[in-house]
């Protein structure tokens, strides 16, 4: 059986995570702000001023030891060789962030009007007042290029952060150069709402906000937010860095509505958010009753499609 003295377990010990992947792993550190990191592997697993703390499984630690051991579930002597035999060959290393320059949001520019998109979104079902709304508070545009649909996430200070492009005429998809996903389309216009409805995308979420409108309901006192696209996680507990983000600026939200797409990349997300957060948050898994997603059911309920098992029969 492999053995380690305590001086190579203090030694091991001694090593701050930062340190570590700053010398060994730098293609895993993303700088978040500041001082502050996240790991390409696990975005809600946060470094800063000597700590980590992974928020979706709601351990942490200071030292790479305790990262190894509780992350990446090496066996503990393994841990103290790989990290007791690197420190002693490791000169020191600063502990001062690099510099890093802020993404820079390549936003389109402007068309003169807005008929090619108004067009896109009438026809897919979305409602005239969350049109109206939409351009008002200039979160949705039409770019003068192409003519496509440019759907905005913005900061809490107010600032564009994320941009999703969609052709107004063809399946054209893909996000605006220096798009941050953390920022993803959402409205928040209730800051003080303690439930949020949850989508794969923006369309997703404009027809949530059309049926709402349809069925009477003030859907501006909910909080809305799209998640720019999910992937099936390879890890349970795997929460989207949108909906992190999300929650971290508005933390009275105690309650979570799932409407994810009933595929199997949908399905895979609604499972790694449940296990992530299930513990923290009230929360509903609520997919589409018919179609694939949620602008599948508006366009149901408006007439402009038939079931998928009417299609099919």
């Known amino acids: 059986m492999a053995y380690v003295t305590p001086e190579e377990i203090g030694r091991a010990k001694e090593m701050d995570l930062l340190a570590y992947l700053q010398r060994y792993a730098p293609e895993e550190l993303v700088h978040v702000a500041g001082n502050t990191y996240c790991t390409k592997e696990h975005d809600s697993l946060k470094i800063s001023n000597g700590k980590w703390h992974w928020f979706s499984r709601g351990i942490g630690g200071r030292s790479a030891l305790d990262y190894l051991i509780k992350v990446q579930e090496v066996p503990f002597t393994q841990a103290v060789e790989i990290l007791a035999g690197r420190a002693a ?15 820079r949001l390549l936003l389109p520019e402007p068309d003169e009007n807005m008929d090619a998109v108004v067009r896109y979104l009438t026809g897919r079902g979305i409602h005239p007042t969350v049109i109206g709304y ?8 039409q770019s003068r290029e192409y003519r496509n649909a440019v759907f905005v996430g ?3 200070e107010g600032t564009p952060r994320y941009a999703a492009l969609r052709s ?13 996903k953390r920022y993803s389309f959402s409205i928040a216009e209730n800051s003080a709402a303690r439930e949020v409805h949850i989508f794969e995308s923006a369309i997703d979420l404009l027809s949530y906000a059309s049926l709402q ?13 799209s998640l720019a696209g999910v992937f099936l996680p390879k890890w349970p507990g795997v929460v989207p860095a949108a909906l992190t983000r999300f929650l ?7 309650t979570l509505h799932l409407h994810l797409d009933n595929d199997a990349v949908g399905r895979g997300a609604a499972r790694g958010i449940i296990g992530g957060l299930g513990g923290k948050y009230q929360i509903h898994n609520a997919p589409p009753r ?14 402009l499609c038939k079931r998928r098992e009417e299609l099919s029969g």
Do not use: F
């Open 290 to 303: 018919w179609g694939k997603d949620v602008n599948d059911l508006l366009q149901m309920r408006l007439g």
């Open 89 to 103: 060959a490791m000169p020191p290393v600063s502990h001062a962030p690099p510099k890093v320059e802020a993404k």
């Open 134 to 141: 939409c351009v008002t508070h200039k979160l949705v545009y």
């Open 248 to 254: 971290g600026d508005y933390p009275q939200v105690r």
């Open 154 to 156: 913005y900061d809490l």
């Open 213 to 225: 409108v349809i069925a009477g309901q003030d859907w501006r006192q909910e909080a809305l937010l």
């Open 168 to 180: 107004t005429t063809g399946p054209y998809k893909g996000d605006a150069g220096g798009s941050d």
